[in-house]
């Protein structure tokens, strides 16, 4: 048998799946001739950032152009149930109305435990080739091109929650390479609350809504949770993460990504490494101000969600590089005195450099949620050749409960035959039935050995490349027990490395998400225990939040943080970053200039930032149509403003300006506008604040300022 025999990848080869196939276009019987298509030549449907293709729409019909049952019959109504008269009672062998109602009756599957609250694109990724020094992993071979599914999500929250909450971000990617499926199921914050997938259940108990009256919805400021994490300490290092700016990113585009466990990785020499995965966005590290946060989960729910759809939509697609940091695969795992079993911990990239590995873009909406974002099912097991896990207690024990929760959520062992969920490579696993098997196998021999199906499938060979074998690794002789590595017992060095590495208004931001958060707690022995918890982390830390909640810290552990240097990649102010696809929203009052209005929509486009129109009222301004009126603006949506001339004091002017200011917002000024600023109580000359006569020169000034993100000068700290 030839080596295309042994392939075992088409059908028809015995005990291969018949791989089901993709819905046809079109009904196979033939059609009588069709009524005409109804007028699609009118305006399109528009997004806040622009023009919704029609193809996405399209991409949602179902096959033909008749209404029909499930059963493919052709409907002529299915607005009236089946009545004994107008007025009489609905009969039982109305199938279509059952038909109907069954099906709607079971539209909902269980939500995530965790992670409920998602938004999903398409992309590609590209490697650069460099990572093929460390491992052989296909996909990152120089030049490969894979085809990817991205899945952010929130934590805490169920599938209905805001987007714009405090909480850790889930930051998965599907690689369907050629060698097989590759899940990387990381998160937005490098370290987790916890060291023992054991105690997974007790931290999200704690997190999520109170069960007596189920609530905070999507918040962790409530008294279980810090309840918890005061008692179990290992938590603090992320805790600081959460309370930190990284806690409410301004989008999912503008987020850094962390596989947080270590992997083992092997080259095509056999060669093994240790390495810690990184996503890093192209559009840099953004985060919210907290009240901004507030009020956008009021105003926008989905801002997250729809940031992300509207960017893709527009063409700015959503890019990360994927970064690695690699360590020797040494005895102890350890780099540096960090454990790298530890998911506590981190590795400064002062110590140990991210290197760039591969580009990923995300260019391609999903056209179904519940398809694709919804039932997409990622684990941390999908591995291929060339990646392999280590002994993280934590990863150990992911590996058990992703593919359990799959079979509850989504109803049995197929899951993998789901669209969003198919290999791009062949399947030949011998796995039969079950729930919803869409697959329609041939051959007798689903076992092996066999000799009934000429022995298909055939044991691929240990020493392809191509072939996942489990990396070698010698254990140290050891015990049976219950317990973690003595090195694990630091909880709070890590926690004020971060604290040192953030700057005066990140430290203020962290101390105020403490003091409100622990503010929210009723149980005033909730708020002192954790207080006493920041006083092992740093002295200052503890004050500052003990001064806003009217407590005095208490004494430090008996194991507090030992002397810690700052680590400054893990700060988000100091650097600049592209401005593309910033919102910008431009205010125009009765009086404007239209010539002005057009300027700053070409200049702003020209920058690459997204202009939007504010006016008084709907309509139009010369050719330039108006997406915001007084009625419709809100300061959330925007990263900077343009005040044109013309514009007279109103209280949605004042209170766009004043919020502008309060949230550091870049506020540029035209001409005559101050008159509008003064009225707001906004300082015309303060920081982050730019006037001119002309539009031109207002733009450019605002896009090298916006490169900051914020005015951050203007902070009160
Ligand atoms: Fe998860 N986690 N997790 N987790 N996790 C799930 O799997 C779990 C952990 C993460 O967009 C669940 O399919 C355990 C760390 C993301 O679909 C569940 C432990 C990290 C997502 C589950 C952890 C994550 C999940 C819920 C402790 C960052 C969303 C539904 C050992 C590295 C994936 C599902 C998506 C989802 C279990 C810890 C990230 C229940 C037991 C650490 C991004 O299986």
């Known amino acids: 048998m030839g080596d295309d025999d042994m392939a075992g990848d088409r059908p028809g080869v015995p005990g291969n799946p018949t791989p089901a196939e993709p819905t046809p276009e079109e009904p196979t019987t033939p059609h009588p001739p069709l009524p005409p298509k109804p007028d699609q030549s009118g305006p399109r449907p528009t997004t806040p950032t622009g023009v919704r293709s029609r193809d996405s729409y399209a991409a949602q019909a179902q096959q033909g152009d008749w209404l029909t049952s499930a059963q493919g019959a052709r409907l002529a109504d299915t607005d009236h149930s089946l009545k004994a008269g107008p007025r009489g009672p609905v009969l039982l062998q109305d199938h279509h109305l059952r038909e109907k109602i069954t099906h709607f009756d079971h ?21 650069y080739g460099n990572a093929s020094s460390v491992t052989k992993a296909e996909f990152l071979r120089k030049g490969v091109e894979t085809p990817v599914f991205t899945r952010f999500s929130s934590v805490v929250g169920s599938r209905g929650s805001a987007d714009a909450v405090r909480d850790t971000r889930g930051f998965s990617t599907k690689f369907y390479t050629s060698d097989g499926v590759f899940d990387l199921v990381g998160n937005n914050i490098p370290v987790f609350f916890i060291q023992d997938a054991i105690k997974f259940p007790d931290v999200v108990h704690a997190a999520k809504p109170q069960p007596d009256r189920e609530i905070p919805q999507a918040q962790s400021a409530h008294d279980t949770f810090w309840d918890f994490v005061s008692l179990h300490t290992e938590a603090t290092h992320h805790t600081m993460w959460q309370m930190s700016d990284r806690g409410i990113p301004r989008s999912f585009r503008t987020m850094e990504g962390f596989g947080i466990h270590t992997f083992r990785v092997e080259n095509a020499d056999g060669d093994t490494s240790l390495v810690k995965f990184h996503w890093k966005p192209t559009a840099g590290v953004h985060s919210l101000i907290w009240e901004e946060a507030q009020m956008i989960n009021g105003i926008d729910p989905d801002f997250h969600r729809r940031d992300l759809a509207d960017a893709i939509e527009a063409g700015a697609y959503p890019e990360w590089e994927l970064g690695i940091q690699v360590f020797p695969d040494t005895a102890d795992e350890t780099f540096e005195g960090i454990d790298l079993l530890d998911p506590t911990k981190l590795v400064p990239e002062e110590l140990v450099a991210v290197q760039p590995v591969g580009k990923l873009t995300l260019n391609r909406n999903p056209s179904n949620y519940f398809a694709e974002t919804e039932q997409v099912a990622f684990h941390p097991g999908h591995l291929v050749p060339g990646i392999d896990v280590t002994n993280d207690p934590l990863l150990q024990g992911r590996l058990f409960s992703y593919l359990d929760t799959q079979i509850s959520r989504l109803g049995g062992p197929n899951f993998s035959q789901i669209p969003i969920n198919r290999p791009h490579c062949p399947v030949n696993d011998m796995f039969r039935d079950g729930m919803h098997q869409t697959a329609v196998h041939s051959g007798v021999a689903p076992y092996k050995p066999n000799t009934m199906d000429g ?10 490349d ?8 010698e ?6 027990e219950r317990r973690s590595p003595v090195s694990f017992d630091d ?77 400054p990649a893990l700060s988000q102010i100091g650097k600049k970053w592209p401005v593309d ?47 915001r009126t007084y009625l419709t603006a809100a300061s959330s949506e925007f990263d900077a403003l343009v005040v044109l001339d013309g514009v007279d004091s109103d209280p949605v002017v ?25 009225e707001s109580g906004v300082p015309v000359s303060g920081p982050g604040t730019i006037t001119g006569e002309a539009v031109r020169e207002v733009v450019t000034e605002l896009k090298e300022s916006l490169e900051e993100h914020r005015a951050w000068s203007r902070a009160d700290v």
């Open 581 to 627: 696809g910033r919102k910008v929203g431009v205010v125009t009052g009765a009086k404007t200039d239209p010539t002005n209005v057009v300027a700053a929509r070409n200049r702003l486009v020209e920058a690459g930032m997204v202009p939007l129109i504010i006016a008084p009222v709907g309509g139009r301004i010369g050719d330039v149509p108006i997406e």
């Open 107 to 127: 539209e909902r599957i269980p939500e995530r435990v965790v992670h409920a609250r998602g938004a999903a694109a398409h992309g590609t990724f590209v490697a």
């Open 455 to 464: 022995g298909n499938p055939f044991a691929a060979d240990p020493e392809d």
């Open 466 to 473: 191509h072939t996942f074998v489990d990396i070698a690794q």
């Open 654 to 678: 004042d209170l766009l300006l004043s919020e502008a200011w309060r949230h550091l917002k870049f506020i540029a000024i035209v001409d005559d506008s101050a008159a509008p600023l003064e």
């Open 475 to 480: 254990l140290p002789e050891s015990s049976k």
């Open 491 to 567: 909880h709070f060095t890590q926690a004020r490395m971060f604290w040192l590495s953030l700057t005066p208004v990140e430290q203020s931001h962290l101390v105020d998400a403490f003091a409100f958060e622990l503010g929210k707690c009723w149980d005033e022995t909730i708020r002192q225990r954790e207080v006493d918890v920041l006083a092992s982390v740093d002295a200052d830390l503890a004050q500052r939040v003990a001064d806003g909640l009217g407590l005095t810290p208490g004494k430090p552990s008996t194991s507090p943080a030992e002397e810690a240097a700052a680590s």
